[in-house]
């Protein structure tokens, strides 16, 4: 499980990264990664490559988490996930959401966390990750944007 520790500890990793403190955030489906991150990737797209590594090593670190304590959680509630690879009993997000640096870099780190089936769907998903993101990092500044 992350605890606030962990995240305090990336959430510095990151700012670090992160020119100005500008980041940008993204929702991913599992289906949206499988369907168009990955194949972009493979094409080398280094946007939708960095986005995917982030995605594929947090999922290599859950599927080695062992202990029940130590698995990650949804982003806005509960849920844990988790993968016992004897059995294939597996409990994994639907989505993942994924901060990065405005300005990536080559070696940029990237922020990822899974979100459970039940949360996904809430129309008030956005709401809920920025409430639960202030609490774990409260100089949070979101600034809105559109496409132009």
Known sequence: MMQKEEWLKRIATFSAD?????AERIIVSFDDFKNFVL??????????????????????AAVHVKEAEKRSLCLTCDTEFWFVPASHKWCMPTGFHIILPFMM?????????????ECF????????????LRTIWPELYVAEGGQG
């Open 121 to 132: 769907t809430n129309k008030d998903l956005n709401e809920k990750i920025i409430q639960q």
């Open 39 to 60: 194949p972009q990737a493979a094409g080398g797209n280094t946007y939708a490559g960095t986005i995917a590594h982030a995605i594929l090593e947090w999922h290599r």
């Open 18 to 22: 992160c020119p100005k403190g500008f």
């Open 105 to 117: 870099q080559k070696t940029s780190t990237a922020v990822v966390t899974g979100i459970c089936a």
